[in-house]
């Protein structure tokens, strides 16, 4: 027999035993008249109907899960550009300045950040009440700082909320081994319980977030009184821990008898990166409710199997080839929304479709690693967004967020809000005599001047635009604002800048200065005009002055100076 022959023979008992060969085997054992006994098909109708529940609640556990982890990557994210823009900037000594100001206020389960410095005490912060607080012996803290890796910690309760936290930590060293700070960030646990709503859809399910000690860290919002309780079954993580560690893996499932003798399907998934898990259970004697009653529908059933028999060559092409093409149609769809977590190959497939099912799950895997390049790469150009790299300070779109933030808080507390414009004296004559190198490294050194006072008064500076900068200062009266905008006239004068075209023979600048209380009816662009209009009135009265705009007045008397 030839070699040619033989590759013949083989191709074809391939073909007989794909999709032909099963096709012809169920449409053998479709006419056959004699059936599987009731009994018999009654039990295994409940054993499908239990596999599908247990999968159902392994899907729930594992999707949820997912959500969780997509969470902690954000936060994870965040941490990691924080780092890299503290280890950028510290050694300017600005790097809180500028971390402070590249923090996106997008990302509502982030309650704060903080730098920890080696000593473990927290000496900068997004929240200032957490300024001073020692956290050396926080766990979180001490891990990261040996393990130079991102870490979650378990459930504590936060010294400077006061509220149940979570609290991811980045050591700056994992950047540039040289610096020994953390960045942390404090999770607001509420948002993780939102994502656990609406999950279940069965009687009797139970689905909670918890740590590695047993402590519950989410659940949906009608249980939000159990957060950082213990489960009730504390016999419940352990046998959760040994089925991990026999499988192997991070998810699963198990059948659990509790404290009270009731019969439980639990399955798992554990958040990657932490040790927290996704632990979703149903009491099977509600589930086993659900069964009986189609086990009684299955009776009715039996008494059409007669005339559906003359169907079982449909059932047949419907099963092994028309519901393979779906699910590779349904995998193709989910990719194209994006989800690049779902699998062909984990589907029940005949031979033919799994070369395509894993081609499938190789495009999955490259697109979800570009996805995840671009998410990084975006990441960064958001923080870069938000720097003025001339000045070394905030940018006008970073100002306009952090003055929105402000404003809102100022109207919250009905506490008052004063912004300060500055403006460089004669600069195009600057530009014109030095070049342009030169009023950059002018604008730099201003720049950095208005750094330091912003730190020291709680306040916040960004480059407007050009010549421009602004300097925004929280919780003031027109007094403290007009006795800063002096400082700044004073701080820039001193820098002793040569500029033959001043008045001073340096480089000066003017201020308008504005305050009010906001309130909900006034517009936010109100303040910065009154402080723009007292900039020009300091501009007309001369340069190097300070003008305070009489838009709000202190009670005694109203606060106007002139350089």
């Known amino acids: 027999m030839s070699i040619a022959s033989i590759g013949r023979s083989t191709s074809k008992l391939k073909a007989l035993s794909g999709i032909r060969a099963r096709l012809v085997l169920l449409a053998l054992i479709v006419v056959l008249p004699l059936m599987l006994d009731r009994v018999r098909l009654l039990e295994d109708t409940r054993s499908k109907q239990v596999a599908q529940a247990a999968n159902e609640l392994s899907q729930i556990a594992r999707h949820t899960a997912d959500a969780q982890r997509e969470i902690i990557s954000t936060v994870q994210a965040v941490l990691k550009s924080s780092a890299y823009i503290f280890a950028a900037a510290s050694h300017e000594g600005r790097g809180c300045a500028i971390m402070r100001a590249s923090l996106r206020v997008d990302l509502p389960w982030i309650r704060s950040l903080s730098v920890i410095g080696k000593d473990g005490v927290v000496w900068c912060s997004t929240e200032r009440n957490v300024v001073g607080i020692d956290l050396n012996d926080r766990d979180y803290f001490q891990r990261a700082r040996d393990t130079h890796e991102f870490v979650v910690s378990d ?5 400077a909320a006061n509220l149940p936290s979570l609290m991811a930590a ?3 060293s994992a950047i540039q081994g040289a610096q020994e700070a953390v960045i942390i960030a404090a999770v607001d646990l509420r948002w993780m319980s ?12 139970s689905v909670v977030m918890v740590d590695g000690k047993g402590t519950i860290l989410a659940t949906p919002l009608e249980n939000e009184n159990l957060i950082g309780q213990q489960l009730k079954d504390t016999s419940l993580l352990e046998a959760v821990t040994l089925r991990e560690i026999n499988l192997d893996r991070e998810f699963g499932s198990i059948n659990f008898e509790d404290a009270e003798g009731k019969r439980k399907a639990v399955s798992f998934a554990r958040v990657t990166g932490t040790r927290a898990r996704m632990i979703v259970s149903v009491d099977q004697s509600a589930l086993l409710g659900d069964i009986n009653s189609e086990i009684r529908t299955a009776y009715l059933q039996l008494a059409l199997v007669v005339l559906v028999t003359l169907l079982g060559a449909w059932f047949a092409g419907e099963r092994l080839i028309i519901r393979p093409v779906r699910t590779m149609t349904n995998v193709a769809h989910r990719f194209g929304r994006g989800e690049f977590s779902a699998r062909a190959a984990n589907a029940s ?6 070369p395509l099912a894993r081609a499938f799950d190789g495009m999955a895997s490259q697109l979800a690693e570009r996805e995840r390049e671009m998410a990084a790469t975006n990441d960064r150009l958001t923080v870069i967004a938000t720097v003025d790299l001339v000045s070394g300070l905030a940018n006008r779109r970073a100002f306009q967020s952090r003055f929105e933030f402000e404003w809102m808080k100022a109207l919250q507390t009905s506490s008052r809000l004063s912004v300060l414009m500055i403006d460089v004296d004669h600069f195009k004559p600057f530009n014109d005599t030095y ?8 604008l730099n050194r201003i720049g950095q001047a208005l750094s330091a006072i912003a730190d020291s008064r709680s306040g916040f500076a960004a480059r407007y635009g050009g010549e421009e900068f602004c300097l925004l200062i929280p919780n003031s009266n027109p007094a403290h604002a007009a006795e800063v905008a002096e400082e700044v ?14 008045a001073l023979n340096v480089v000066t600048v003017s201020v308008g200065v504005a305050t009010l209380t906001p309130i909900e009816a006034e517009p936010q ?19 190097n002055t300070v003008v305070v705009h009489g838009l709000t007045r202190p009670t005694d008397k109203k606060v106007s100076l002139a350089g």
């Open 170 to 172: 980045y050591p700056v």
């Open 349 to 354: 497939l005949p031979s033919e479709f799994v």
């Open 155 to 159: 459930y504590i309760f936060s010294r």
């Open 194 to 205: 939102q994502l656990l709503s609406n999950r279940g859809g069965r009687p009797g399910v």
């Open 489 to 502: 006239r004073a701080r820039v004068e001193a820098l002793a800048i040569p500029h033959v075209s001043g």
């Open 525 to 543: 662009d109100d303040l910065i005009e009154a402080a723009d209009a007292a900039l020009y009135a300091a501009k007309r009265r001369g340069r």
């Open 435 to 442: 070049g342009h190198l030169e009023g950059d490294a002018c």
